[in-house]
């Protein structure tokens, strides 16, 4: 007499299926992509799967010896392939900076600026309004509290504004520094962002000689860019090219790689762009530039004044990055050389295992533990946009003032603590089950400023929605199978090169 037939124990297949046993999986997350579906795990690994592929993985049958068990056994998804020491280990990766502390001090040398930018950020004065200009004083403390930073590397940007309007203050500023590096010992770079149109030969010669990073902005062809940047009693389209060129013909001039040194750029996007993604792509093409940053506009400064008339859809964004983006591709397999940064930083994440450290997109963000802002008056924030919201009227993310606080005294602040907490993906509702969450962040200062909450709504964040969209395009770029795409064009995007003309080393 036989025993009668019972359920399989959990875990074993019957043996009528003709699989040895059910395949328990690891944690991971999924999305379903037009015809397949993302899978992601807490190291970064993904995979995509077709539907019936990933009715296998669910019911936890496939075949012992088949391509699907292969491939998500190599990339951790299945129980039996990766050891959790290795699974740590891309975690730890991802997540290296971490323990890098704030590298990026960002300076407000003044807030009088001589252009009339549409969706000015920063809520600039007149250029006869020098009492918004930073004092040396001021400059001298800032500095001192970013050489007490743990991080081994920093950045002093200089940004306004219009930084080029108290010139004198960013000379002192990296001469300062530079005397005290001598003693602090750390790797020291030296970033400007500035319209140009201010420049002459006596400050294009320090810049050039102390090897100060220069990012500008370029709206696009000349009609667009002085609709959104006008200058007064002149053409700042014209002059931020003329000062672009001299730079560029400077680091040629001491034998400098034009590829790794140039002028960058980087434009916001409003309502007079939409439409003319091309058109932008091919000024930049036209100019020579290697990179253009597609930025959706932020709600800071003359720009929430002027949402109505500029502003759009998170939706209207992502139709005009995408036909850029689809533009910029279709040029590099043609053999010309130009990426898009926002595209890159994802790109960076999904294709490496490595993060580029953008503070606005990483978990935890980098307000306050990533970065640091000190205002032209001594005032200091966790991050510039948080300075931002402070010209606004509301100082809810100051963590300090460089008159009485040293270093620890703003790192303790509760505002640092609170903004790190609100930006860690992996507690958030709509973000702790994202299979975008290894790629993601989120900035507690613009879901304050659109939202009125350190934690965002992801299901109505503006920001949520475009990040969202960008890399389901992305990811239906990679699933489409095009190895040239992916290795003649995203391989070279995602590479770094380093450019030591723009570091003192101790």
Not at 26 to 33: A, D, K, Q, S, T
Not at 198 to 208: C, H, N, R, S
């Amino acid at each position: 007499m036989t025993a009668p037939d019972r359920p399989a124990p959990l875990g074993v297949a019957p043996p009528a299926s003709g699989y040895p046993g059910l395949q328990r999986s690891n944690h991971f997350r999924f999305r379903h992509l037009g015809g397949q579906v993302l899978l992601t795990n807490d190291g970064g690994s993904y995979q995509l799967l077709s539907e019936a592929e990933f009715e296998q993985l669910v019911s936890g049958n496939f075949a012992p010896d088949g391509n699907l068990r292969t491939r998500l056994l190599e990339a951790g998804f299945l129980q039996g392939g990766q050891g959790e020491e290795e699974r740590t280990a891309q975690l730890a990766q991802r997540k290296a900076f971490l323990g890098l502390g704030p590298y990026l001090h960002v300076l407000i040398t003044s807030l009088r600026c001589n252009q009339a930018c549409v969706y000015c950020h920063a809520s600039r004065r007149p250029m006869d309004a020098t009492e918004f200009d930073m004092s040396p004083e001021v400059a001298e403390r800032a500095v001192q509290v970013a050489m007490q930073t743990p991080a081994p590397s920093i950045t002093l940007e200089f940004q306004g504004g219009e930084p080029l309007a108290n010139f004198a203050v960013v000379r002192h500023t990296v001469e300062k520094a530079l005397e005290l590096n001598a003693t602090v010992r750390k790797t020291l770079a030296f970033s400007l962002v500035s319209n140009l149109s201010l420049m002459d030969d006596e400050k294009l010669a320090f810049i050039l000689d102390h090897g100060i990073q220069v990012c500008t902005s370029l709206d696009g062809p000349e009609d667009l860019h002085n609709a959104n940047r006008p200058l007064a009693h002149g053409n700042s389209h014209a002059a931020t090219l003329r000062w672009m060129e001299r730079i560029d013909q400077g680091y040629l001039d001491r034998g400098l790689d034009p590829a790794l040194y140039h002028v960058e750029a980087l434009l916001t996007v409003t309502r007079q762009s939409l439409g003319r993604a091309r058109d932008i792509v091919d000024e930049y093409v036209k100019r020579g530039l290697k990179a253009v940053f597609l930025r959706p506009l932020n709600p800071f400064g003359f720009a929430r004044k002027t949402a109505g008339r500029i502003g759009y859809g998170a939706e209207e964004f992502l139709a005009f990055h995408r036909e850029a983006l689809d533009y910029i591709i279709a040029l590099n397999l043609e053999g010309k050389e130009i990426l898009e940064r926002l595209a890159t930083i994802f790109l960076v994440k999904i294709l490496t295992g490595d993060d580029p450290n953008y503070l606005d997109i990483r978990s935890p963000c980098g307000a306050g533990i990533g970065q640091i802002a000190y205002s032209f008056d001594g005032a200091v924030f966790c991050c510039d946009e948080a300075r931002m919201l402070h010209q606004m009227g509301d100082s809810v993310f100051q963590i300090g003032n460089l008159e009485h606080d040293g270093y620890g005294d703003l790192i303790e602040s509760p505002v640092v603590r609170s903004v790190a907490l609100a930006s860690c993906l992996e507690g958030l509702p709509g973000c702790a089950d994202c299979a975008y969450l290894p790629f993601c962040g989120t900035c507690p200062v613009f879901n304050y400023s659109t939202q009125g909450n350190i934690f965002g709504r992801m299901a109505d964040n503006q920001k949520c929605r475009i990040h969202m969209g960008l890399m389901d395009h992305l990811f239906q770029l990679l699933g489409a199978g095009d190895e040239r795409l992916r290795e003649e064009v995203f391989a070279r995007w995602v590479e770094s090169r380093d450019r030591p003309y723009f570091v003192h080393d101790f």
